[in-house]
């Protein structure tokens, strides 16, 4: 019996914290790492100095360059080109082993005419012509292939005025590389630069990085090797946040990062202990084993926030649904963690506010190092429960269904359906009072009073969790959201908004979520609330939620990956005639559980639907949904009986047709 991925990870984490510095495991989609003869890893590419802190120890400098202290991205150096021609910094190295990469570095110039260049064997792969922008922003050169032995030259140019550039990082090229086509070219470049931005954030194996690095301890307080994991959170910490990791975790996947969500839900799984209560910490250092130091500091004082309890387990279902892999069923620390986030974890924190049968996970109103009711930090204080939470909690309690007949306890996904069910009736009877838009409840006090009106996330999440009832009271507060959002008191930040489009996607106003898609990614080169971010759409949350949000959002694509099924929905907003996504990938390729496979999507309007099984072999039953009760459809053109169903309130036309490997089936409503 082979060894779940999941197992195979825990044991590259213990080995990686005794690894020399070039030393490390494969980068995803590379296999095991090479073996030399005597048993010993093979080196993985590595940069000297990446962010100048030893003075520049491997790179070369014309005149009028060199490192220098002052206008750091982070740390105490930084590399600077004086204004001019002719002056540059270079770091040569020479590929270990074959490999494709992305080359990211954090550059500011006060002029135009730098460039930062990636050579292989002296000809030239790539070239940023940087424009005049003093603060600094990430830039990447994407997909260099090496060769093992091949020539590689990092090159900073001068231009008409200063340029200055840190923290340079070397990511492992994207293992899949989903491709959109449409007649909406905006679509088009939105998923290109989005995929390629997101993968840049993606740690290199075994790369020796920073540890405890914030804004206060801006070199950290030591290094590790860090573990299969990406950016999720601000960019001066060297750390990933569950909130954050939680929300990327579908883009992730569609880019091929499994073993990157593997590693880093299973690092949380593992915090969430006795010791804590069963909060998982807030977020862990890239070697995916240390807390964050600026997060934690006892286990009876870190941050931690109700609903993140439940999307980690909410989000490791959709993990299994899109990969099938049997980790996430069969690994105990896993396991542990789902059943003590959906029992323990509730009955400890369920105290303030009387909740009759079902029970609601609650904060203690005091803060975020005490625990927090909901995500919207500055609506914490006071709250024992909020809008957030309880909708999370709901969802995890779906989740945990999902999980269970995964694992083949029939009974255990009966309990938990039953479960989600009563705290969802629980919530529109009773927790949510009987107003509606600012009227309706969204959090309760340590004192059990009601709370109405604006509360950011614990407004947002009610409805993107479906907890709200369909119909004209979940309407009317999506429309309330939709006021708030545009008005003076709308998300604060970035990664905030990134919500939005989840939102009005999973609740069929496709017009409204594509417009926030379209304003996110229109505001990327905007300067970020936090100045030490760059710009937002140097925010990691922001290009990860565009690749999800074009697959799981526009194209309506819903796998189980276990069971060999894909859903699919038109939501395509008004104007867009038609759009693909090429190559979406469903399983894994690991041997521990559905094998790699993808699929090719087509939707034209709301009414014609194409899929083609990539696939060498296996086939996929696919459910092709189309709003409304329609009474005639055709699959390759013969016409078929037409079945409907309802599905949170919106009622569907489908076909289940098999589609074999290599084979495309076209379904589409005639009448």
């Given at each position: 019996m082979k060894p779940s991925r999941l197992a195979l990870l825990t044991a590259v984490a213990l080995l990686m914290s005794t690894a020399p510095a070039l030393s490390a495991v494969a980068a995803p989609g590379q296999g095991a790492a090479a073996a030399s003869g005597t048993g010993t890893t093979a080196p993985q590419l590595a940069l000297s100095d990446p962010g100048f802190e030893n003075g520049g120890v491997g790179w070369t400098f014309s005149s009028g360059a060199g490192?220098?202290?002052?206008n750091v991205h982070s740390g105490s150096r930084f590399l600077y080109l004086d204004a001019g021609a002719g002056k540059w910094g270079r770091q040569t190295l020479i590929a270990?082993?074959?490999?494709?990469?992305?080359?990211?570095?954090?550059?500011?110039?006060?002029?135009?005419?730098?460039?930062?260049?990636?050579?292989?064997?002296?000809?030239?792969?790539?070239?940023?012509?940087?424009?005049?922008?003093?603060?600094?922003?990430?830039?990447?050169?994407?997909?260099?292939?090496?060769?093992?032995?091949?020539?590689?030259?990092?090159?900073?140019?001068?231009?008409?005025a200063w340029v200055n550039a840190d923290d340079l990082m070397i990511s492992p090229a994207a293992p899949a590389d989903p491709?959109?086509?449409?007649?909406?070219?905006?679509?088009?470049?939105?998923?290109?630069?989005?995929?390629?931005?997101?993968?840049?954030?993606?740690?290199?194996?075994?790369?020796?990085?920073?540890?405890?690095?914030?804004?206060?301890h801006t070199s950290g307080t030591g290094t590790a090797p860090y573990g299969p994991t990406y950016?999720?959170?601000?960019?001066?910490?060297?750390?990933?946040?569950?909130?954050?990791?939680?929300?990327?975790?579908?883009g992730a996947h569609l880019i091929g990062l499994d073993t990157e969500n593997e590693t880093m839900l299973r690092s949380y799984a593992a915090s969430a202990t006795a010791e804590h209560q069963y909060f998982p910490v807030w977020s862990l250092n890239f070697d995916a084993q240390t807390y964050l130091s600026i997060d934690y500091h006892g286990p009876d004082d870190f941050v931690r926030e109700v609903p993140a309890t439940f999307e980690l387990v909410e989000k490791a279902a959709q993990a299994y649904l899109w990969t099938g892999d049997r980790g996430y069923v069969d690994d105990p620390v896993l396991w542990d963690f789902y059943r003590h986030a959906t029992e323990d974890f509730i009955d400890l924190h369920n105290s303030a506010v009387p909740n009759g049968k079902v029970k609601v996970?609650?904060?203690?109103?005091?803060?975020?190092?005490?625990?927090?009711?909901?995500?919207?930090?500055?609506?914490?204080?006071?709250?024992?429960?909020?809008?957030?939470?309880?909708?999370?909690?709901?969802?995890?309690?779906?989740?945990?269904?999902?999980?269970?007949?995964?694992?083949?306890?029939?009974?255990?996904?009966?309990?938990?359906?039953?479960?989600?069910?009563?705290?969802?009736?629980?919530?529109?009877?009773?927790?949510?009072?009987?107003?509606?838009?600012?009227?309706?409840?969204?959090?309760?006090?340590?004192?059990?009073?009601?709370?109405?009106?604006w509360g950011k996330e614990n407004s947002v999440f009610m409805p993107m969790k479906q907890i709200i009832d369909p119909g004209p009271r979940n309407d009317a507060y999506l429309d309330y959201i939709q006021a708030q959002e545009l008005g003076p008191d709308g998300s604060p930040n970035i990664e905030s908004t990134t919500y939005l489009p989840d939102m009005f996607f999973r609740n069929n106003r496709a017009d409204t979520a594509w417009w926030?898609?379209?304003?996110?990614?229109?505001?990327?080169?905007?300067?970020?609330?936090?100045?030490?971010?760059?710009?937002?759409?140097?925010?990691?949350?922001?290009?990860?939620?565009?690749?999800?949000?074009?697959?799981?959002?526009?194209?309506?694509?819903?796998?189980?990956?276990?069971?060999?099924?894909?859903?699919?929905?038109?939501?395509?907003?008004?104007?867009?005639?038609?759009?693909?996504?090429?190559?979406?990938?469903?399983?894994?390729?690991?041997?521990?559980?559905?094998?790699?496979?993808?699929?090719?999507?087509?939707?034209?309007?709301?009414?014609?639907?194409?899929?083609?099984?990539?696939?060498?072999?296996?086939?996929?039953?696919?459910?092709?949904r189309f709003p409304g009760a329609h009474k005639k459809l055709t699959v390759n053109g013969v016409p078929q009986h037409a079945r409907t169903k309802t599905v949170n309130g919106?009622?569907?036309?489908?076909?289940?047709?098999?589609?074999?490997?290599?084979?495309?089936?076209v379904v589409q409503v005639t009448d």
């Open positions: 490192v220098g202290e002052g270990p082993r074959d490999g494709s990469y992305d080359f990211s570095a954090w550059i500011g110039s006060a002029g135009t005419g730098g460039t930062y260049t990636i050579r292989r064997n002296g000809e030239t792969v790539g070239t940023v012509e940087l424009p005049e922008r003093r603060a600094y922003a990430r830039y990447t050169i994407s997909r260099v292939e090496l060769k093992a032995g091949d020539r590689l030259e990092i090159v900073f140019g001068s231009g008409t491709e959109v086509t449409s007649s909406d070219p905006e679509a088009v470049a939105m998923f290109d630069w989005a995929k390629r931005k997101a993968n840049s954030w993606v740690q290199l194996p075994g790369t020796v990085g920073p540890v405890n690095a914030d804004e206060n950016w999720a959170g601000y960019a001066n910490r060297s750390a990933y946040y569950s909130r954050d990791m939680t929300h990327q975790l579908a996970a609650e904060g203690t109103g005091k803060g975020i190092f005490s625990g927090a009711a909901s995500y919207n930090e500055q609506d914490g204080d006071g709250l024992a429960e909020a809008g957030d939470g309880i909708a999370s909690e709901y969802q995890a309690y779906l989740a945990m269904a999902v999980l269970a007949r995964g694992k083949g306890d029939t009974a255990l996904a009966k309990k938990y359906d039953r479960k989600a069910a009563d705290l969802k009736a629980y919530f529109n009877d009773t927790w949510s009072g009987t107003g509606s838009g600012s009227a309706m409840v969204r959090a309760y006090t340590l004192s059990g009073t009601p709370v109405t009106g926030w898609m379209k304003k996110i990614y229109g505001e990327r080169e905007q300067q970020h609330v936090n100045s030490r971010q760059g710009p937002d759409g140097d925010y990691p949350e922001v290009s990860f939620t565009l690749v999800s949000q074009t697959v799981e959002g526009l194209m309506g694509i819903t796998p189980n990956a276990a069971d060999r099924q894909v859903t699919t929905q038109s939501r395509l907003p008004s104007g867009m005639k038609w759009l693909q996504v090429a190559d979406v990938p469903i399983g894994t390729g690991t041997g521990t559980g559905t094998e790699a496979g993808t699929v090719t999507v087509r939707h034209d309007g709301a009414t014609k639907t194409t899929l083609t099984n990539n696939s060498r072999y296996g086939a996929y039953t696919w459910e092709a919106v009622t569907y036309t489908y076909a289940t047709p098999t589609v074999r490997a290599g084979a495309t089936t």
